[in-house]
């Protein structure tokens, strides 16, 4: 089944302007996180909401969860174009031992910040 | 700063080569991974490893597909007779506590089957 849904598939903004991507998933989760990968590059980790939290906040990122809607949403404030990269929100599904052992990506959502 | 580094950056073989993919992981960290990434699309998972042993692997490691450790730092992916389909970037992945959940990513492996 699918997991990590992200929406919108693209989005293009100004500098300054705050963008907003969201993630859709299916199963019970451990946690949730969003990584950030450049063109051609690895991913690097930007934020980790556990499924009892809410709301997180790191610098200008913004990271929301609702398990009842299965769902969550990464606010970038103040965007600068060196912002520009894929996001991908990454699922941790529970195992039967309440912890879990992979994450599963989603496609992600391609950020494009003009000057 | 501690990274995961993966070799080769790139490689070019032949259909039905085999291929092994190699990582060397943060060397503290407990938990390996190996994701591909078809160009332009999703992150998929293919396996997890964890004690010297596979954790959880995916659909897509079939027979074909095998990790090991072979001497206490590097992580391997082999693909014993590669197809056309197994062209993609493979990333190795590490993390130190299951618990805390962060995956610390190589820069990728790039392989493409002619």
């Known amino acids: 089944s699918q997991q990590g849904e992200e929406d919108p598939q693209a989005l293009s903004i100004q500098e300054g302007e705050n963008a907003t991507m969201n993630c859709s998933y299916k199963t019970s989760i451990n946690n949730l996180q969003w990584y950030r990968q450049n063109s051609g ?13 809410r709301e997180k906040h790191s610098g200008r990122l913004r990271v929301t969860l609702d398990t009842s809607k299965k769902s969550s949403s990464l606010l970038i404030t103040a965007s600068r174009a060196a912002d520009t990269a894929s996001y991908f929100c990454a699922t941790a599904p529970i195992i039967f031992s309440g912890g879990y052992n992979k994450l599963i990506f989603g496609a992600g959502t391609r950020l494009a910040v003009h000057p | 700063e501690p990274e995961v580094t993966q070799t080769p950056s790139h490689q070019v073989t032949q259909m039905g080569q085999e291929v092994i993919l190699r ?36 659909e897509i ?11 206490g730092s590097n992580f391997t992916l082999k693909i014993r007779s590669t197809k056309l389909e197994d062209s993609a970037m493979y990333f190795c992945a590490s993390s130190e506590r299951l618990a805390t959940g962060e995956l610390f990513f190589g820069e990728g492996s790039r392989l493409t089957v002619l």
Do not use: A
């Not at chain 1, 590059?41 to 939290?53: C, F, K, P, Q, T």
């Not at chain 2, 490691?61 to 001497?71: G, K, L, M, T």
């Open chain 2, 23 to 58: 990582c060397v992981p943060i060397s503290n960290h407990l938990y390996f991974y190996w994701y591909r990434q078809i160009l332009g699309q999703k992150v998929e998972f293919l396996v997890s490893f964890y004690n010297n042993e596979i954790s959880e692997k995916s």
């Open chain 1, 41 to 53: 590059r690895g991913l690097v980790h930007l934020i980790l909401i556990r499924s009892n939290e």
């Open chain 2, 61 to 71: 490691f079939d027979d074909q597909f095998s990790v090991e450790r072979p001497d």
